[in-house]
């Protein structure tokens, strides 16, 4: 817990799910909380949440499609805290379908926030990361891409890309930046609610009925992953229901 507290980290995707068990996690760890999400009502109420349990959060409305929203998010950290510690990349979104279906719409979607929207927030913090010689990037990824199944080529591919991009980022760094990625399996947030595909979000509705695990499992592991003294990176964690193929 000491090594999480006082640190200032911006979430992406804070607004509901899997970032908001990220952010009352780090909170009640004393950690700063940056929430960044499209819906303005939610990340209000989770900051009067946080402040009435002790805690510190602010927010600002982004889209992560926007690399200025990104920039404006890491901005309002350091306005507010003066630096940032750590970038949760959880902003996501799936249109499941056939490749041969087409939906390019639906690819593009999650090319722009499941792929350019961590670009974009990578790129928004890895200069202060610079500046200050220590850093730490947290992508919340998926089990999709680990196993292919039909339905989730593109979503998987977006997720994929991320893998690979985080691996050459290792690579490249000197040990200054940490960077983690972390793969959850079926979770029980609204996930499903922006499928437009009818026959899968059925069937991802009823997956999360039968076997969905908390976010609060993927905000332990977070949590957990930054708690790390900082020459020690924890590189890829893979949470997932123990039901689950």
Do not use: C
């Amino acid at each position: 817990m000491q090594s999480i507290k006082g640190k200032v980290i911006a979430i992406t995707g804070a607004s509901s799910g899997i970032g908001k068990a990220i952010a009352l996690e780090l909170a009640k760890k004393g950690a700063k909380v940056v929430l960044g999400a499209r819906r303005t009502k939610q990340l209000q109420q989770l900051v009067e949440e946080i402040k009435n349990t002790g805690g510190e959060a602010i927010f600002a409305q982004i889209d992560v499609k926007y690399k200025a929203d990104l920039v404006r998010l890491i901005n309002t950290a350091v306005d507010k805290f003066g630096t940032v510690d750590v970038i949760i990349n959880n902003a996501g979104v799936s249109q499941l379908s056939r490749i041969d279906e087409l939906d390019t719409d639906g690819w593009e979607e999650m090319i722009d926030i499941n792929l350019k929207g961590v670009l974009y927030g990578m790129a928004a913090a890895i200069p202060i990361f610079k500046q200050q010689r220590s850093g730490h990037i947290i992508n919340i990824i998926s089990t999709s891409g680990i196993k292919i199944v039909p339905m989730q080529g593109v979503y998987a591919g977006t997720k994929n890309a991320v893998r690979t991009i985080a691996e050459a980022f290792r690579q490249e760094s000197d040990g200054t930046i940490r960077i983690t990625g972390i793969s959850p399996g079926v979770v029980k947030t609204d996930f499903a609610d922006s499928i437009k595909n009818q026959e899968m979000k059925t069937i991802i509705t009823r997956n999360m009925e039968n076997l969905a695990i908390s976010p609060n499992a993927i905000a332990k592991a977070v949590s957990y992953a930054i708690g790390q003294p900082q020459s020690v990176e924890v590189g890829d964690i893979v949470i997932r229901p123990s039901k689950q193929n």
